[in-house]
Nanobody, 114 residues
Framework: EVQLVEHGGGLVQPGGSLRLSCVAS????????MSWVRQAPGKGLEWVSS????????YYPESIQGRFTISRDNAKNTLYLQMNSLKSEDTAVYYC???????WGQGTQVTVSS
């Protein structure tokens, strides 16, 4: 059974940083691309970032490029999202996902507020 469990959300002030992690199980993590997506209150899903199977290629939308960094540790079956220079508009539930599949985690809340 595929399981994705996110950790690391919380409340942070504007300009601050957070690091999210996602522990994967039930599949060969190192064989697959992974993604982060988010959903802000009252809004639809927004793609945040993706990374290829071995971590040497990563992708971001323009709104996030330069502030967030996706990475992975295949030995630990773990995906990460380092978020810097956080803004109030980054407030959302963040989900990790097995790219191109319907497998998502339960999400972790990130709130950026003073």
């Amino acid at each position: 059974e595929v399981q994705l469990v996110e950790h690391g959300g919380g409340l942070v002030q504007p300009g601050g940083s957070l690091r999210l992690s996602c522990v994967a199980s039930g599949f060969t993590f190192g064989d697959y691309a992974m993604s982060w997506v988010r959903q802000a209150p009252g809004k639809g899903l927004e793609w945040v970032s993706s990374i290829n199977w071995d971590g040497d290629m990563d992708y971001y939308p323009e709104s996030i490029q330069g502030r967030f960094t996706i990475s992975r540790d295949n030995a630990k079956n773990t995906l990460y999202l380092q978020m810097n220079s956080l803004k109030s508009e980054d407030t959302a539930v963040y989900y990790c996902a097995l790219s191109g599949s319907s497998y998502w985690g339960q999400g972790t809340q990130v709130t950026v507020s003073s």
